[in-house]
C-alpha cells in the first residue's frame, strides 16, 4: 500500500506569532520574544525596524519576514490547526 506522503517533498513553513517583547540592546541584532500559540521563541527582528510589542509577524527559520495584521495572522493560525486535524484524521492509528 502506497503512503499519502510517498514522493511528497518536505516544505517549510513561514508560521504567524505575537511579539511579547523587543530587545534592541545590541544595535546590530533586533531579536523579538514571539509566542506561537504558548510556545515562546527568541526571532530576528532586524529587518523590521517598525515592528512593535504586540504586532504579529511571521517568522521562517528564525527571521521575522514581515508584519501581519491580527486578523490575517489569526485566520493563519486557524488554518494551520484545521490542517492539524485534517492529518490526524487521515492517519487515525498514528496519533
Known amino acids: 500500500m502506497k503512503s499519502v506522503n510517498e514522493g511528497v517533498e518536505d516544505m517549510c513553513l513561514a508560521v504567524p506569532g505575537k511579539v511579547i517583547s523587543i530587545d534592541k540592546s545590541n544595535p546590530n541584532l533586533a531579536m523579538a520574544k514571539v509566542d506561537f500559540s504558548g510556545i515562546s521563541k527568541d526571532i530576528c527582528v ?27 495572522a489569526l485566520e493563519t493560525l486557524n488554518l494551520i490547526r484545521e490542517l492539524g486535524e485534517f492529518e490526524e484524521n487521515l492517519h487515525p492509528e498514528s496519533v
Request: no cysteine.
Open 46 to 72: 532586524q529587518w523590521l525596524p517598525e515592528v512593535r510589542t504586540g504586532d504579529y509577524i511571521l517568522a521562517h527559520v528564525g527571521m521575522a519576514l514581515n508584519i501581519l495584521d491580527e486578523e490575517e
